[in-house]
């Protein structure tokens, strides 16, 4: 049994953080799927990559530069081909875990973070176009995507809730996601079909904590607050799905929605490359894996369930760090403001690259 396997076994499914289209039509993401891994996450950032770093999508570019296509609409064609078709593999995974896994999801355009009536329709024309049921569209967990988030859940989309990094975002997400399974049921919608999970970012607080703790009386927290942050939502989610209000959903057929743990590779050299995968395993969780990532999981992780171990540690750590001044509620949501920046930026160089290739195509 592989390593991703057996973490199947413990009730946690690795997905895989990367998508391209060479990785498709080479056979290389079918391997994957045999090794284990049960889906597959992108963004801007993870397309913007693939479409710089490769000759892949050159003959689509061409072909749609001629037809006078913005790159707009060649950035939507190709990552709507790409999405689809790897779905396409997933979709024997999908159907034999009874809608657990096998899920590829896709991000509506990071310039609708903040439009909660354009991310509804962005979604919808998604979620239609690639007509496919192990399909997930990623929305920001902003303000404006929470009542997008309740909405689509409403409507029978999957959801994909990304960009959350403090137990407020948590909480805001889980709340959409019940209250949409409630608006599902009263709409005579199918609880048993929903499917989303909540996307949790790991490493980026510890990169803002630390520089914060450096020189302060806890600088034992260093490389800490993380896990103990994820380890607070988790012990937070047993409590969201339990007790009357989601035993009636439950009954119904709604599923637990599902926390995946999101940038998990290692930024900080100091620290073990697989700390944000051996720390957070556990029970309904999903973990996200970028390709370096996987491989020295794969060659190096330890298989144990984790994500209860040393929760009252956890919380604690939490505590002494806000005795030390760190404010985790603002820094998290300055993470969040960040993060969405960060696709849009990656969303614009994306479509500069596309420009700059129709034209090196063209000559």
């Known amino acids: 049994m592989s390593k991703l396997n057996a973490l199947s076994m413990i009730g946690q499914s690795i997905w ?17 799927i045999n090794l284990g891994i049960r889906g597959v996450t992108s963004n801007p950032t993870i397309f913007e990559k ?9 003959g689509l570019i061409g072909a749609m530069s001629e037809a006078e296509a913005s790159e707009d609409q060649i950035y939507e064609a190709l990552s709507l081909e790409d999405v689809g078709e790897a779905a396409d593999l997933f979709l024997p995974l999908y159907e034999s875990s009874e809608g657990v896994d096998g899920y590829v999801s896709i ?9 909660t009536i354009g991310t509804i329709a962005e979604a919808k024309r998604f979620f239609d176009l690639l007509n496919r049921p192990n399909i997930m569209i990623k929305v920001p967990a902003t303000r404006e ?9 409403g409507s029978g989309i999957n959801v994909n809730a990304t960009l959350m990094f403090g137990e407020k975002h948590y909480r805001d997400v889980s709340e959409a996601y019940i209250g949409g399974l409630e608006l599902l049921r009263n709409r005579g919608g199918q609880l048993d079909k929903a499917a989303s999970v909540a996307s ?14 450096l020189g302060s009386s806890h600088e034992e927290l260093r490389g800490k607050i993380s896990i103990a942050n994820a380890k607070n939502v988790y012990r937070i989610s047993q409590e969201v799905f339990s007790g009357d209000r989601w035993n009636e959903l439950a009954w119904a057929g709604a599923r637990v929605q599902r926390l995946l743990w999101a940038s998990t590779g290692t930024k900080n050299p100091d620290y073990p490359d697989t700390m944000y995968v051996d720390e957070l395993i556990g029970k309904n969780t999903v973990n996200t894996l970028p390709p370096s990532t996987l491989s020295f999981f794969i060659d190096h992780g330890a298989v144990r369930e984790t994500i209860n171990s040393g929760v009252q540690e956890a919380l604690q750590s939490l505590r002494d760090a806000e005795e030390s001044g760190i404010f985790l509620e603002t820094i ?22 596309i420009s700059f290739k129709r034209r090196s195509i063209a000559v």
């Open 50 to 58: 693939a479409i710089a770093g490769s000759n892949d999508y050159d």
């Open 145 to 153: 995507g929470i009542p997008a988030i309740k909405e689509l859940i």
């Open 332 to 353: 998290t949501e300055n993470l969040q403001k960040e993060g969405v920046q960060a696709f849009i930026n990656s969303y614009e160089n994306l479509l500069r690259t």
């Open 200 to 213: 949790f970012f790991i490493s980026r607080v510890d990169t803002a904590v630390d520089a914060e703790l």
């Open 16 to 32: 895989f953080d990367y998508i391209q289209r060479s990785l498709i039509e080479e056979g290389k993401l079918q391997k994957l």
């Open 107 to 115: 991000e509506v355009n990071p310039n609708l973070a903040f439009d």
